[in-house]
T-cell receptor, first 113, second 112 residues
Framework: KAGVTQTPRYLIKTRGQQVTLSCSPI?????VSWYQQTPGQGLQFLFE???????NKGNFPGRFSGRQFSNSRSEMNVSTLELGDSALYLC????????????FGEGSRLTVL | AQSVTQLGSHVSVSEGALVLLRCNYS??????LFWYVQYPNQGLQLLLK??????LVKGINGFEAEFKKSETSFHLTKPSAHMSDAAEYFC??????????FGSGTKLNVKP
């Protein structure tokens, strides 16, 4: 069974640009979550989607957005990039059950210059 | 509200020694607790999870954790450390709609 796939794995952008990251969940998983990981802030929740609906959102500015498609694949977008957006962005998929765990992809490492 | 506190951002042990990584949680409801491991430049991998079936939970790679409600703790242990255990470990508690609350992580260093 294929795991969670994130693309691209690495990318470099400059301030003011925008970026789109992609996530393909495990087959059968309809919940997709996104986390930002930085050395200073640790793992911070961005948002969660289920059946194309955003059910939960973290405390990030509106520059951070996401969506989910009918095949459960998800994308997140960051507009007007800032230096502080440099981070590892992790996608996780899960079954929508109370005790379900998150299955993580290897992440997309974004560097903003 | 749920939250997790991990005591010790860095832990160093000798190969073959006991590994103990501490995690305390706060939850307004019976918690579902998890330990994840992260190797450099990789995502998080589930080590084990507590879902109220048993207080002592066994995971992969010889790790186990004990849920202690009275102490609101879920510490991770391994009897004998191996060099390959060097990684960062995260404790987490799940919330509504798959929102997980992660601790700040503990980096485990294993000395030969």
């Amino acid at each position: 069974k294929a795991g969670v796939t994130q693309t691209p794995r690495y990318l470099i952008k400059t301030r003011g640009q925008q970026v789109t990251l992609s996530c393909s969940p495990i087959s059968g998983h309809r919940s997709v979550s996104w986390y930002q990981q930085t050395p200073g802030q640790g793992l911070q929740f961005l948002f969660e989607y289920f059946s194309e609906t955003q059910r939960n959102k973290g405390n990030f500015p509106g520059r951070f957005s996401g969506r989910q498609f009918s095949n459960s694949r998800s994308e997140m977008n960051v507009s007007t990039l800032e230096l502080g957006d440099s981070a590892l962005y992790l996608c996780a998929s899960s079954l929508d059950v109370t005790e379900g765990e998150l299955f993580f992809g290897e992440g997309s490492r974004l560097t903003v210059l | 509200a749920q939250s997790v506190t991990q005591l010790g951002s860095h832990v160093s042990v000798s190969e073959g020694a006991l590994v103990l990584l501490r995690c305390n949680y706060s939850s307004s409801v019976p918690p579902y607790l998890f330990w994840y491991v992260q190797y450099p430049n990789q995502g998080l991998q589930l080590l084990l999870k507590y879902t109220s079936a048993a207080t002592l939970v066994k995971g992969i790679n010889g790790f186990e954790a004990e849920f202690k409600k009275s102490e609101t703790s879920f510490h991770l242990t391994k009897p004998s450390a191996h060099m390959s255990d060097a990684a960062e470990y995260f404790c987490a508690v799940s919330g509504n709609f798959n929102k997980f609350y992660f601790g700040s992580g503990t980096k485990l260093n294993v000395k030969p």
